[in-house]
């Protein structure tokens, strides 16, 4: 099969368009035809071994897994024994790695449902890591419930489209923090009102107060975050930037400042940990079968141009999500 490998740290350029053997389904799991594929900004940090400090988890010398890729949608070709949730021909979507390949091995019981019927195998493809922290970071995290007011910062990305959309299906009043040439885009998925950040600074609002800040992007300070809320607001912080290469501990360090000083504000300062799961993966399934949630996607590559498509990512040029074509 073709897929996307790596064997060593560094710039996209270290991804090549290869040759493996195809995986084959053992018991309990899955053999899905990969139909599309998604790029985060996980599969750049991983490239680079960066920060260095995550080469822990990732592998010291080199990327323990070789081929890049996390999210997916395809056709299962075939099922191991003792699988009954899926049958061959079954439409799905989830979360493995090594999702930059023609096929990939899944277990049954693992970060795979059904593919919602109503979205094509790009936009399906475009949902699991994005949608899950989106997900995680206003429902789990901050409870945003009908009436709140929320303020998302990088409401342009591909977790920021997603939370825009779903702040608004939670009932929430939704601000976005975007540039100047996405500001329509933000209005087109349900925003209410629309901060251009190259304009106006959206923590020098003295007029007006949030429940939820949702950082995506971690350009600014704990205080300035911390200056628009209500005095019992809360604070997610899940951002990460874009890739300035060379960091021990990326955005790690934002991270740590913000569990320290949860412990010494009065407003909630909470670090996202978006962990994935079937359950979340169902959730989102029905969400974007009610229409509540559409996938914005900006560009595909075929799978043969990932290392351009991962470099498009990584130079934050993109907008929404960046969808790989198998």
């Not at 195998?121 to 995680?136: G, I, K």
């Not at 901050?142 to 977790?159: D, E, P, W």
């Not at 079968?289 to 914005?296: D, F, K």
Request: hydrophobic share 45%.
């Amino acid at each position: 099969m073709k897929a996307i490998v790596q064997d060593r740290y560094g710039p996209s350029d270290v991804l090549r368009f290869d040759e493996l053997d195809p995986p084959v389904a053992a018991d309990g799991e899955l053999l899905v035809r990969v139909h599309a594929a998604s790029v985060n900004a996980r599969d750049w940090h991983v490239m680079r071994g960066d920060p260095y400090l995550a080469r822990m988890a990732f592998g010291l010398r080199a990327p323990r897994v070789r081929v890049r890729g996390t999210d997916f949608a395809g056709r299962v070709e075939a099922v191991g024994a003792g699988v009954t949730r899926f049958r061959a021909g079954d439409e799905v979507f989830g979360e493995i790695d090594a999702a930059f390949a023609e096929y990939v091995r899944v277990p049954a019981d693992g970060v795979v449902e059904r593919k919602p019927a109503n979205l094509t195998f790009e936009q399906a493809a475009a949902m699991p890591l994005a949608a899950n922290t989106a997900l995680m970071g206003l429902r789990d995290a901050a409870r945003v419930g009908s009436g709140q007011r929320v303020l998302i910062n990088g409401a342009s990305g591909g977790v920021g489209t997603f939370a825009v959309q779903l702040a608004k299906a939670f009932g929430a009043h939704v601000t976005g923090v975007c540039s100047t040439r996405n500001l329509e885009l933000i209005r087109s998925l349900g925003a209410d009102r629309v901060v251009d950040y190259t304009r106006e600074d959206f923590t020098r609002d003295g007029a007006t107060r949030y429940d939820v800040v949702f950082d995506l992007v971690g350009n600014r300070s704990l205080a300035d975050c911390r200056r628009v809320l209500t005095p019992t607001g809360t604070l997610v912080l899940s951002g990460g930037g874009v890739s300035e290469g060379g960091s021990l501990l990326g955005p790690i360090r934002l991270i740590a400042r913000g569990r320290l000083a949860s412990r010494f504000v009065r407003h909630r300062v909470l670090t996202l940990t978006a962990v994935p799961s079937r359950e979340n993966l169902a959730t989102l399934r029905e969400l974007a079968e009610s229409g509540a949630v559409v996938p914005v996607i900006d560009r595909t590559f075929p799978l043969s141009d990932a290392a351009e498509a991962v470099r498009y990512l990584e130079m934050d040029h993109a907008r929404a999500k960046v969808v790989i074509t198998v």
